[in-house]
């Protein structure tokens, strides 16, 4: 597996892409800010995973290896992204994230499913595979 880091610096926020090359292709889980919200994730083209978090959170560090796992199955279809609760208000309020770790899914600017609590990999993909089964 090749990985690899891009740090974004200057008048933007810090973007950091995490590259990730496997066998069924390229994907990557994208952490944003608030400020890069509309253009990440409700212009996206294709349908948008987004991981709410926390550093001070066990739960989230038990779902990371399964937000992986969705960025090397469904890359070609989905875009993952996450988000620091902490720092990205504007976000975690609009979209009424009360704990964390949570997901939501949106397809074309729309919220299609929301879940909040740590979730292992089985409820994931019956989660993303609901709404993914007709993206190709």
């Not at 933007?12 to 400020?35: E, K, N």
């Not at 959170?57 to 070609?76: F, H, V």
């Not at 997901?103 to 089985?122: P, Y």
């Amino acid at each position: 597996m090749l990985a690899s880091k891009l740090e974004v610096k200057g008048s933007s926020p810090l973007v950091t892409v995490h590259s990730y090359s496997l066998v069924s292709g390229m994907s990557s889980v994208i952490t944003i800010q608030d400020a890069e919200f509309t253009t990440e994730v409700l212009n996206a083209s294709k349908p948008v995973l987004v991981y709410f978090w926390a550093s001070w959170c066990g739960p989230c560090r038990l779902m990371s290896p399964a937000i992986d796992w969705a960025a090397s199955q469904y890359g070609d279809r989905l875009k993952i992204v996450k988000m620091e609760v902490d720092p990205n208000p504007e976000a975690v309020a609009k979209y009424q994230v009360e704990g964390v770790p949570a997901l939501r899914l949106f397809q074309s600017g729309e919220l299609l499913e929301a879940t909040e609590g740590a979730i292992n990999k089985q409820k994931l993909e019956k989660f993303l595979d609901t709404h993914l089964a007709s993206v190709t």
